[in-house]
């Protein structure tokens, strides 16, 4: 059994698009998923399946869109995956709260970083396998590039 975290996109905790954290859990439970659990009020899920990921993923995105009444993107990682995400990361000598990773399901496209709009002078963007991370100024409410909403 492989143990995975899921990472929504496109649901709020509070104001437009809610998703209470207690539907999260009764969805993943519905779908047969293993010890079932939300992590903090943040969105995420972590859970167990021997089912393949894309499988997986699918179920999660019928389910919640058919609850949400809209789209929402899961993208799934193992706990290895998690693990090489944190120690591959680029800018680890700087202050956690200016590092960011967004997730993705596939490789970012080889020319992403000559597409990233809207960059401060101090921002610096770098790919990694399946996520692309950043570190600057706090967000601003807008992707790094058009892949990054």
């Given at each position: 059994m492989t143990g995975y975290v899921a990472l929504l996109r496109g649901v709020n905790l509070v104001g437009k698009s809610t998703l209470k954290m207690?539907?999260?859990?009764?969805?993943?439970?519905?779908?047969?998923?293993?010890?079932?659990r939300t992590y903090i009020a943040s969105g995420n899920l972590v859970f167990a399946s021997d089912k393949p990921e894309e499988k997986l993923r699918l179920m999660l995105e019928k389910?919640?869109?058919?609850?949400?009444?809209?789209?929402?993107?899961?993208?799934?990682?193992?706990?290895?995956?998690?693990?090489?995400?944190?120690?591959?990361?680029?800018?680890?000598?700087?202050?956690?709260?200016?590092v960011q990773a967004f997730f993705m399901n596939e490789p970012p496209p080889r020319d992403l970083l000559s597409t990233v709009?809207?960059?401060?002078?101090d921002e610096r963007i770098a790919t990694g396998s399946r996520e692309v991370r950043g570190r600057g100024t706090p967000s601003r409410g807008r992707g790094c590039c058009p892949r990054c909403p």
């Open positions: 207690a539907d999260l859990k009764a969805i993943a439970d519905d779908l047969g998923l293993e010890g079932a389910d919640l869109q058919k609850h949400m009444g809209k789209e929402v993107r899961v993208m799934l990682r193992t706990a290895d995956e998690m693990e090489a995400v944190v120690k591959a990361n680029p800018f680890a000598d700087q202050a956690g709260n200016s709009r809207n960059k401060a002078d």
